[in-house]
């Protein structure tokens, strides 16, 4: 992608009604734009990012034997009016009338409707488990929308309920799902941690939510050291990981522990803030039995489904990544959720060795490289590909072309490595 054809709108100046850094950068490194309180548009880049986290998601819920389904982001009232919830959601649920005064709504979540889908065509005890997904647009009415994407009220998530037809079959997919969600977040390239919460809106006995360690998050939070490794998704026995996960201590304030805290050798204890971008919750039979959803057992017993639901903010994560890793020059992408891997810096735009380096390193990252192909000075082009966060900067310049070499920064480390131009291709990974 060359820069000088692309609509990356990067802004010089902060932007004032921007508080926090994620915000910041992700308006001036041309991510999104606001286009109503809440409601962002995805610009080419922020797009790119969105779509790569979404689709690691989405691997990983595949991995986790989930099947993946798209539900519509307007529901009936009627529905929510089975569960009870209609009512009780009260002013986040965004009310709609149609052209017939039919009564819908923006779904914020879909326990209602999978229940619907379920109870429509499982009938009876072989139809069960099922486990299903959807990566789709919710609307909360937040009362203060803030910070950017973290608290916006459209926001992309990604949503899965389990059904089962005991306890044993429920916990089962509560680890499997815990699970996913570790992988998720280390392919991302974040730590993430596991902390026993509420339920809150959802009801039910048992939540984790998932925090991403960042000094703006809303949550304060407590964890023993050992989470920090990260290498804890690296775990294959289920049960063996699900008992690591939950036995380690890790809190928000609202479940702190003092006694079990107290426990954890001094040196160990961490408290921090979080950002919650991702919860589970088993919630039993709440919504099969309010939606008079069972099915027939093997000696004809009626079995109402033991369910779940899980949920991960795709578009939250984007802002809680970039509050984890920027500097004061810019947004620090992981390699794998980057927009580009590489910017490509011509130093010397119509200098025909620096054109011709610029021109091979262009064709052989393809999408993954952002080619800065401007008359602008060197300075504005680094200052802006720091900002933008790509991993890897490859400047090229006329001292360097002559005799085929590259200069490769590292945008994490700062570490700099003078390359042949097959060298460089090699290490980004083209
Ligand atoms: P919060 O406590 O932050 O309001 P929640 O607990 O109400 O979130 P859940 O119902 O658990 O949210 O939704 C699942 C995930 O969706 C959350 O973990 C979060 O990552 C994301 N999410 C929820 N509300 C928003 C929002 N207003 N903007 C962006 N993402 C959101
Ligand atoms: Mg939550």
Redesign the pocket.
């Given at each position: 992608m060359r820069l000088s054809q692309s609509l990356i709108p990067t802004l010089k100046e902060t932007p004032a009604e921007a508080q926090i850094a994620s915000h910041r950068l992700m308006l001036r490194a041309g991510l999104v734009r606001q286009m109503a309180s809440?409601i962002y548009a995805w610009l080419p880049a922020g797009l790119k990012v969105l779509t790569k986290i979404a689709n690691i998601v989405r691997e990983e819920q595949d991995a986790a034997g989930a099947q993946e389904l798209l539900m519509p982001t307007i529901q009936s009232a009627d529905l929510w009016r089975e569960s009870g919830r209609y009512e009780a959601y009260g002013k986040e649920m965004l009310r709609i009338a149609d052209r017939h005064e039919r009564e819908l709504l923006f779904g914020?979540?879909n326990e209602e409707m999978i229940t619907a889908i379920l109870r429509d065509s499982a009938k009876s005890y072989r139809d069960l488990p099922q486990l299903l997904y959807h990566i789709q647009w919710?609307f909360?009415d937040?009362l203060r929308?803030r910070f950017g994407?973290?608290?916006?009220?459209?926001?992309?998530?990604k949503?899965a309920y389990s059904f089962d037809l005991d306890y044993a079959g429920a916990l089962i997919a509560y680890k499997k799902m815990m699970l996913a969600y570790m992988r998720t977040f280390q392919r991302i390239g974040i730590t993430a941690i596991p902390m026993r919460?509420d339920t809150?809106?959802?009801g039910g006995d048992l939540s984790h939510?998932?925090h991403i360690l960042a000094p703006t998050g809303?949550?304060g939070v407590f964890y023993d050291a050992a989470f920090e490794a990260g290498d804890a998704a690296g775990a294959t026995d289920l049960d063996a990981f699900y008992e690591q996960m939950t036995t380690i201590y890790a809190a928000t304030d609202e479940k702190h522990d003092i006694a079990a805290w107290e426990k954890i050798p001094e040196d160990r204890r961490r408290e921090g803030r979080g950002?919650?971008?991702?919860?589970i919750?088993y919630f039993g039979k709440k919504y099969s039995e309010a939606m008079n959803f069972a099915v027939t057992g093997a000696d004809g017993s009626k079995i109402f489904p033991e369910m779940g639901s899980y949920?991960?903010?795709?578009?939250?994560?984007v802002?809680?990544i970039i509050e984890a890793r920027h500097d004061d020059a810019g947004i620090i992408w992981p390699d794998a959720i980057a927009p580009f891997r590489a910017a490509i810096l011509n130093l010397r735009q119509g200098d025909s060795a620096t054109d011709h380096i610029c021109d091979v390193l262009h064709e052989n990252l393809g999408a993954e490289a952002l080619y800065d192909d401007r008359t602008e000075r060197a300075g504005v082009k680094f200052a802006e590909a720091d900002l933008m966060g790509h991993p890897w900067q490859l400047i090229v310049g006329p001292r360097g072309a002559a005799s085929g070499m590259v200069e490769l920064k590292r945008r994490a480390t700062g570490e700099r490595l003078e390359l042949s131009l097959p060298d460089a291709l090699k290490v980004v990974g083209a």
């Open positions: 809440g914020p979540t919710k909360r937040e929308p994407v973290l608290r916006g009220r459209e926001f992309l998530m949503d919460a809150g809106q959802i939510e998932f809303e949550s950002i919650e971008v991702g919860q919750f949920g991960i903010g795709v578009s939250r994560l802002g809680a």
